[in-house]
């Protein structure tokens, strides 16, 4: 396993400890940040994932669960910042690997 494969899968653990715990978020962005973070999980399931090389170009698209979680970043950024930061260590992730 590499590391930015146990980086993300610690960070996820993470993330699932804090929406436990957090208090109010709307049903629509609860809704969407538990089926994108299902479909993380059955993509590091089913998939071999290997880091992306690193080409220091900012400007590289984002895959689609990544977009979404910085939908759902967005969205609850100033009711839930902790929460919002650790969904940006996830993004980070998920580009680093090509997901």
């Known amino acids: 396993m590499t590391a930015t494969r146990e980086q993300l899968l610690a ?3 993470e993330l699932h ?5 957090i208090g109010p978020l709307d049903d629509d962005s609860r809704q969407q940040l538990q089926e994108t973070l299902t479909d ?3 993509a590091l399931a ?9 080409t220091g170009n ?6 689609p669960l990544s977009r979404r979680l910085s939908d759902v970043a967005r969205d609850i950024e100033t009711t839930h910042p902790q929460l919002s930061m650790t969904l940006g260590s996830v993004i980070d ?3 680093r690997m090509g997901i």
């Open 46 to 54: 089913t998939t071999k994932l290997e880091p992306l090389p690193v």
């Open 40 to 42: 993380i999980q059955q």
């Open 58 to 63: 900012d400007n590289e698209p984002e895959g």
């Open 93 to 95: 992730a998920l580009g």
């Open 17 to 21: 400890r804090e929406l436990t715990d």
């Open 11 to 13: 960070t996820l653990t």
